[in-house]
């Protein structure tokens, strides 16, 4: 069966690859000039399903400060400690199911 691939990110080629190794005819069809240049690019062609933590977690969001102190995050926004930085970081910890 030829088949068409749209798409030449982490997932598209994966899917090709694995199209290819059971018999089909496969053509990846990607805008950019070359295999992960576009959202693949951006978080180093990597998946991280495992590694999430479903927004509303205690342990998640207990872990982003050392995160970012560590240096190890994608973004960094600055931060003022300001009078409602306390109460919000507060509240939001004891809106979380345990």
């Known amino acids: 069966m030829k ?3 749209l798409g ?3 997932v598209g080629v994966s899917t090709a ?3 290819a190794e059971h018999g089909h005819e496969v053509v990846v069809v990607d805008r950019a ?3 992960g240049r576009e959202t693949s690019f951006a ?3 990597q998946i991280s399903v495992s590694q999430s933590e479903p927004p509303g ?7 982003g400060p050392q995160v970012v102190a560590q240096g190890r995050c994608a973004a960094v926004v600055p931060f ?3 009078p409602g930085a306390m109460a ?5 910890l004891v809106g979380m199911p345990p």
């Not at 977690?57 to 872990?63: F, P, R």
């Not at 919000?88 to 939001?92: C, E």
């Open 88 to 92: 919000l970081g507060l509240a939001v």
């Open 57 to 63: 977690q205690a342990l998640g969001t207990l872990q």
């Open 80 to 82: 003022t400690a300001g």
């Open 17 to 19: 690859w694995f199209l």
């Open 8 to 10: 030449a990110g982490v």
């Open 33 to 35: 000039s070359g295999a």
């Open 3 to 5: 088949v068409a691939v």
């Open 43 to 45: 978080n180093g062609g």
